[in-house]
């Protein structure tokens, strides 16, 4: 076996091996999206995760300094994919609904909010810290971010891009 081809070979083995293990990785990351229904602030119908479309899922509270980054993104997301199909649904926790409307009179949302001030939700999407966000597609969680992050919220919206085929 010549030089050349003996490394053309292994180059060849690495980046076949590398693929494979990213395949893996991107395969088992999506896990299934707990549901949930509640219902949302001055609404009657229920919410469920469910649905086909994309959910953009944010758990907040008003304590919460990201989540004053975060507000303007997720209606950025809304204005930009909720034609094409996005579900923003933003989940407080505050155990006092009065400190989440004092924090929605300064940071309006044009998206869906529901309370949890029993943890309910958190709970089964084990959040770690505020804000967290989960991308979920087809029940499944395809994306999530603890805190918030300019390079995470290019990555959801590359995700969109991807998911709308734009």
Same mark, same amino acid.
């Given at each position: $076996?010549?030089?050349?081809?003996?490394?053309?070979?292994?180059i060849v083995r690495t980046l076949l091996s590398l693929f494979?293990?990213?395949?893996?990785?991107?395969?088992?990351?999506? !896990?299934?999206a707990p549901d949930f229904s509640l219902k949302p602030n001055?609404?009657?119908?229920?919410?469920?995760?469910?649905?086909?479309?994309?959910?953009?899922?944010?758990?907040?509270?008003?304590?919460?300094? &990201?989540?004053?980054?975060?507000?303007?993104? $997720?209606?950025?997301?809304?204005?930009?994919?909720? &034609?094409?199909?996005?579900?923003?649904?933003?989940?407080?926790?505050?155990?006092?609904?009065?400190?989440?409307?004092?924090f929605l009179t300064q940071f309006p949302a044009n998206f869906?909010?529901?309370?949890? &001030?029993?943890?309910?939700?958190?709970?089964?999407?084990?959040?770690?810290? $505020? &804000?967290?966000?989960?991308?979920?597609? !087809?029940?499944?969680?395809?994306?999530?971010?603890?805190?918030?992050?300019?390079?995470?919220?290019?990555?959801?919206?590359?995700?969109?891009?991807?998911?709308?085929?734009?």
């Open positions: $076996m010549t030089p050349l081809r003996s490394t053309t070979e292994a494979l293990t990213l395949s893996f990785a991107a395969a088992v990351a999506a !896990k299934p001055l609404q009657q119908s229920l919410i469920e995760v469910s649905q086909k479309g994309p959910v953009y899922l944010d758990f907040w509270a008003s304590w919460c300094g &990201p989540c004053r980054r975060s507000f303007p993104f $997720m209606n950025e997301l809304v204005a930009q994919y909720q &034609p094409e199909g996005l579900t923003v649904i933003a989940v407080n926790l505050d155990v006092e609904k009065q400190d989440a409307d004092n869906t909010i529901v309370y949890d &001030p029993e943890f309910t939700i958190a709970d089964a999407y084990k959040v770690a810290g $505020m &804000p967290s966000s989960y991308l979920i597609y !087809k029940g499944e969680i395809i994306e999530q971010h603890v805190g918030f992050r300019e390079k995470d919220a290019e990555a959801t919206h590359r995700t969109l891009k991807k998911l709308f085929g734009n």
